[in-house]
């Protein structure tokens, strides 16, 4: 059966129409190696998503390989106990990589490690309130993300990544806050500013989180706790850490963590012990920084070079952020779908939201074959399409970051307007 097909078959029994159909590229694949897919109908393809950030190392490292099927041959899968000695070490190996962790503990999925995260704060503060920014997984408790407010429901308020709004709400409700959890947005934000914010929720006494579950192995070596000098009282993190298999970790003070049975947590299969395998192996490819230098090297030139590729077609655009996971904006979400649809014609599988990531198992030629791949596809793209040249205006790039992580950057009298409102009704709803 050829691709086509094939969706048409799994849109009868199993696809989600936009999320597993309209937002994907029409291939099913059924091999890859390092970076590169194959589909049924043997098309090769380099990918530019790292599968949407699970991979680090790319397919099939062999490191991984060995650890994973070595540990299921010798040893097992899961156990009656939650305890196994491969959870133990990555526990002390994380506690070495990351300033914030004294302890750590595990999940499946960011999402997952996310929900515990705000567990742990809640019952280790005695507070209920969370506030927010940025997307945190698709659990019920934030799915009102993207919108500057309060939910009642839930209890969580989100500030949209503006300072002036946080500061505000803590002013007002530090007493009630159990924590604050943000997602990085490296393109957009600089590590000083998680340091102002991790500055003020300590002044306050607010336990502060950061949500590294795709930035802790992508901003530099070590995040944004690590590499970044963030201080946090919690951190998360999944994507890439056990290269693709499902593993993620709660990392924090120790006093938070041991509020786990407090908080009710549990789960059968956060015992699973090949991901653990997997995730150590991971950590021994890393350990002397070389492979990771070299990575973020190539996808430096890649940003560089797709700058150059859409500046030379008259395409404005603004790119930004650490060479591992580089966001791309240009005047519409509509021409960026066209951009990457005709670049998969080429040969490369790009992230069709604008959000690159490439694994560490790229070499100089994977870059050139993604940067010829994207170029024939802006070329393809600009020559039936009219396109206003010079800067991306500041007006598209307030569009992106609302619309991709609830950002709401300047302090409009709308937007200080709806903090005080959300204040307001926070106290209210919370003093009936």
């Not at 938070?256 to 059968?268: F, H, Q, S």
């Not at 069709?352 to 694994?359: K, L």
């Not at 307007?417 to 009936?432: K, L, P």
Request: hydrophobic share 45%; net charge negative; with cysteine.
């Amino acid at each position: 059966m050829n691709n086509e097909q094939l969706i048409e078959r799994a849109r009868r029994v199993t696809a989600a129409e936009v999320y597993d159909i309209g937002t994907r590229f029409p291939s099913v694949f059924t091999t890859a190696d390092g970076s590169w897919m194959t589909d049924v109908e043997g098309k090769r393809l380099l990918d530019v998503t790292a599968a949407s950030g699970a991979l680090l190392l790319g397919n099939r490292h062999p490191a991984v390989v060995e650890a994973i099927t070595r540990y299921i041959a010798e040893h097992g899968t899961v156990f009656a106990s939650t305890l196994s000695l491969p959870r133990i070490e990555l526990a002390e190996r994380l506690a070495e990589r990351y300033p914030a962790c004294e302890k750590a503990v595990f999940t499946k999925s960011g999402s997952e490690a996310t929900t515990t995260a705000i567990r742990l704060a809640r019952a280790a503060s005695g507070r209920d309130l969370v506030i927010t920014s940025g997307y945190h997984g698709w659990h019920d408790w934030h799915l009102g993300f993207l919108n500057l407010g309060f939910d009642a429901g839930t209890r969580v308020a989100c500030f949209g990544y503006n300072e002036t709004a946080l500061e505000r709400m803590l002013d007002a409700l530090a007493d009630r806050v159990a924590c604050v959890i943000v997602t990085p947005e490296p393109a957009w934000f600089d590590a000083e500013y998680y340091r102002r914010l991790s500055a003020l929720c300590a002044r306050h006494g607010v336990l502060f989180v950061i949500d590294e579950v795709i930035t802790s192995l992508r901003y530099g070596p070590r995040g944004l706790n690590g590499t970044g000098n963030v201080p946090a009282d919690l951190i998360t993190m999944s994507k890439g850490l056990a290269n693709g298999h499902s593993l993620a970790a709660i990392l924090g003070k120790r006093e938070v963590i041991d509020a786990y049975d407090a908080a009710g947590i549990a789960g059968t299969y956060t015992r699973e012990v090949p991901p653990m395998a997997a995730a150590l192996a991971t950590l021994d490819v890393l350990a002397d920084g070389t492979v990771h230098a070299g990575a973020e090297k190539r996808g430096q030139a890649l940003m560089d070079g797709m700058r150059e590729i859409l500046a030379a077609a008259g395409i404005p655009a603004f790119i930004g952020g650490p060479p591992l996971m580089f966001d791309v904006v240009v005047p519409s979400e509509a021409l960026s779908w066209e951009l990457y649809r005709a670049a998969y014609d080429h040969g490369a599988y790009f992230e069709d939201s604008g959000t690159q990531m490439i694994t560490l198992s790229y070499t100089d030629a994977d870059v050139d074959h993604a940067l010829t791949a994207f170029e024939r596809g802006v070329a393809d793209v600009a020559a039936r399409t009219d396109i206003e040249p010079g800067e991306l205006p500041g007006s598209r790039k307030a569009e992106f970051a609302a619309e991709a992580f609830g950002g709401a950057l300047t302090d409009t009298p709308e937007v200080l307007a709806r903090v005080d409102d959300t204040i307001t009704r926070i106290i209210e709803h919370q003093d009936r």
